[in-house]
């Protein structure tokens, strides 16, 4: 029984989808002390959450079962995600279910600054009557900025041409045709975008390259009596920056959602700014937005503890189309790896110093995936962990200096072929096969040419290509009550080297590998044990 702890109030239909599964316990808590959570993480496979929970080193570090950290948002700056990923720990957001909540309250927010919709209902409500102090402006005609064109970004450009606003988005990280199909003019730089915008709104995650982005710098050159909106992440927009232009009435108004630290410290100076509309972190929260995000989460963590779907894992390099198609060539790559690991232990190079993936044209969406994978194959059976995943092979990989890279080739002959290669030292061994969504085949282990399942348990033999070698490898196998499923000889020459590529059912003991070593011609026999997953 896999056990699912879910906190900071998740929505019941995300819940539901958990519980429903019988191979799942799923605890429900309220959004627990940190001593406390500490105390009990170690029971979990996972642990589904929102923004209130966070995710530390030390707590991850506490949990050694634990497999997945899911978060029902988009944001995950609570999250450790480096501690994660080295430890092999998937982390699955929701990035999609409160794209339509933030952008509605991207417009009700601009509407109600620029109309002084709060001012005018606090009057009301105080048995005033301010209609002359009231005067507003309107959106149509205003040049919006949008800075990320993403998700969000992309449902306000849609929403701001219904209000007749003029769009102009910065985003390097987006093409050129997602430009032309929003109707948005490019902006070659951020201060491009400064300079032409009425309007700015940030809609980009927190990383470094964003932290700080619109300072005073930006602030002193928008255009005079200009408004700015930050609903995406607190410290896009530097807040000290940003309450010296509002106090120095540079700006027309500001519309922020998201802070730096977060509640809102009651003596914050921008609660006190002039023409300031500040909600406390409301862009998700709609209960459509909160339902789907739940939703979204609770079913990407459920498919990686029971599927070993990772295709929502923020930390693994997933395909850009299906995970299902791709796992094929996942298995596949796996084992190419796995082969040539052992082949080349058995020759007595055991240090591996780099890791070359090539893909078939069809699998270029999955290329990174692809070569998660081969980390896993080369390293399993190695490390002294059983953490190994896809998720943390590469950075595993990396600590132990070995150089990765990937690559997609339409030279490989085959649209899903991959070919893997592994050095070490002055060795360097090639494995390729071809990944259909029917069956997966060797078609070549170093220079030799074979066809062959890689199943179970896989022989590789060289040896002299002499008359009866093939003979008393069967028999050998026979006496030792070893079932051959397929059994492939390939030569360069005849006469000259040759190897053969044998499945096997079940395993093959060291006796038996040594009574082959014993054949005469023989030179050479691997044993390479294959995972089912």
Partial sequence: MLRVLVTDDIDAEGVALLAAEPLLQVDEVATLPVAELHERIGDYDAIVGRSATRITRELLERAPRLRVVGRAGVGVDNIAIDVATALGIAVINAPAGNTVAVAELVFGAMIGLLRQIPRAATGMANGKWERADLLGRELKGKTLGIVGLGRIGSEVALRAHAFGMPVIAYDPYIGDERFTTLRVQRAATLDELIGEANIVTVHTPLTEETRGMIGKKQLDHLQPRSVVVNMARGGIIDEDALVAALNANQLRGAIIDVFTIEPLAKDHPLRTAPNTLLTPHLGANSIEAQRNVAKDVCLGVRDALLRQDLSR??????????????????????????????????????????????????LAGGSSALLSSAAVGALEGV???????????????????????????????????????????????????????????????????????????????????????????????????????????????????????????????????????????????????????
């Fill in 313 to 362: 894992s923020i930390n693994v390099a997933a395909s850009a189309g299906d995970w299902t198609d791709l796992a094929p060539a996942m298995l596949l790559v796996r084992r190419c790896a796995a082969v040539a690991r052992a082949l080349l232990a058995d020759q007595g190079t055991r240090a591996i110093t780099q890791l070359t993936v090539r893909c078939g044209p069809a």
């Fill in 383 to 533: 490390l002294e962990t059983d953490r190994l995943n896809l998720i943390n092979a590469r950075t595993l990989a990396d600590a132990r200096g070995i150089s990765l890279s990937v690559g997609v080739s339409a030279e490989l002959g085959h649209p899903r072929a991959v070919e893997v290669s592994l050095r070490g030292g002055m060795q360097q061994l090639t494995v390729a096969g071809i990944a259909t969504p029917d069956a997966l085949r060797l078609t070549r282990i170093g220079a030799f040419h074979v066809d062959v399942n890689p199943r179970q348990t896989l022989i590789v033999l060289t040896n002299h290509d002499v008359p009866g070698v093939i003979g008393r490898v069967g028999t050998v196998l026979g006496e030792a009550k070893v079932n051959i499923a397929e059994y492939h000889q390939a030569r360069l020459a005849q006469g000259g080297d040759a190897l053969a590529a044998i499945t096997v059912d079940g395993t093959v003991d060291e006796s038996t590998k040594q009574a082959l070593l014993a054949l005469p011609d023989v030179r050479s026999a691997s044993i390479v044990q294959l995972r089912d997953k």
